[in-house]
């Protein structure tokens, strides 16, 4: 299956300061990235949609300028928490669309925690 | 619209046993349905897919589901459950593969030995 990876796996900050997440295709080449964010014992939540050479997609209720999403190649999405606080401590899952066949299928990165102190 | 329903945060059987998960989904368009798999402090894995070919669907580890139009059902079973199949499973739906996936509350299965 493809390959997708996080960096980094874990990260502990203070609050206010800024932290990027990097999400890497690393079997093939993606115009599309997902970020999601799961709080514990909680199921995924779409965050955003991320789209090489484009502005992301946000969801409902997901502060763009709060979580800046930047895809600058078709295998690099990166998401920065910005200005980050405690209530933001979650686990946050990259995932990237593979076409597989006559179907895409969407393999998801191991994920990264991050705590805010 | 879609959503996805899971039946139980909390499932435990037996090694041994039969896994029985349940997923009930709603969708205004034909849908493509996913079982993902995730093991404490990992990303999802894959376990199977539904999209509209066979309606019974094998995975890995043995798992496998059924879609069941009449009754909006994809559930997932397992006949003998291991103890690695410890983890938390996620239903999930699509209108359109590898387009936004909307996920279910998810089913914590633990396996007694």
């Known amino acids: 299956g493809a390959v997708v990876s996080q960096h980094p796996s874990r990260v502990i900050c203070k609050s206010g300061t800024s932290v990027k997440i990097e999400c890497r295709s690393l079997?093939?080449?993606?115009?599309?990235m997902f970020w999601y964010r799961q709080f514990p014992k909680q199921s995924l939540m779409l965050m955003a949609t991320?789209?090489?050479?484009?502005?992301?997609?946000?969801e409902q209720g997901v502060e763009k300028d709060k979580f800046l999403i930047n895809h600058a190649s078709l295998t690099l999405s990166t998401l920065t928490v910005t200005s980050a606080h405690p209530e933001d401590s979650s686990f946050y899952i990259c995932?990237?669309?593979?076409?597989?066949?006559?179907?895409?299928?969407?393999?998801f990165g191991p994920g990264t925690r991050l705590t805010v102190l | 619209a879609q959503s996805v329903t899971q039946l139980g945060s909390h499932v435990s059987v037996s090694e041994g046993a039969l896994v029985l998960l349940r997923c009930n989904y709603s969708s205004s368009v034909p849908p493509y349905l996913f079982w993902y798999v995730q093991y404490p402090n990992q990303g999802l894995q894959l376990l199977l897919k539904y999209t509209s070919a066979a309606t019974l669907v094998k995975g890995i580890n043995g798992f496998e589901a059924e879609f069941k139009k009449s009754e909006t059902s994809f559930h997932l079973t397992k006949p003998s459950a291991h103890m690695s199949d410890a983890a938390e499973y996620f239903c999930?739906?699509?209108?359109?593969?590898?387009?936004?996936?909307?996920f279910g509350g998810g089913t914590r299965l633990m396996v007694k030995p």
């Open positions: 995932s990237v669309g593979a076409r597989r066949g006559s179907t895409d299928t969407q393999y």
């Open positions: 079997d093939f080449q993606a115009t599309t």
């Open positions: 999930a739906v699509s209108d359109r593969a590898g387009n936004m996936l909307t």
């Open positions: 991320s789209n090489e050479g484009s502005k992301a997609t946000y």
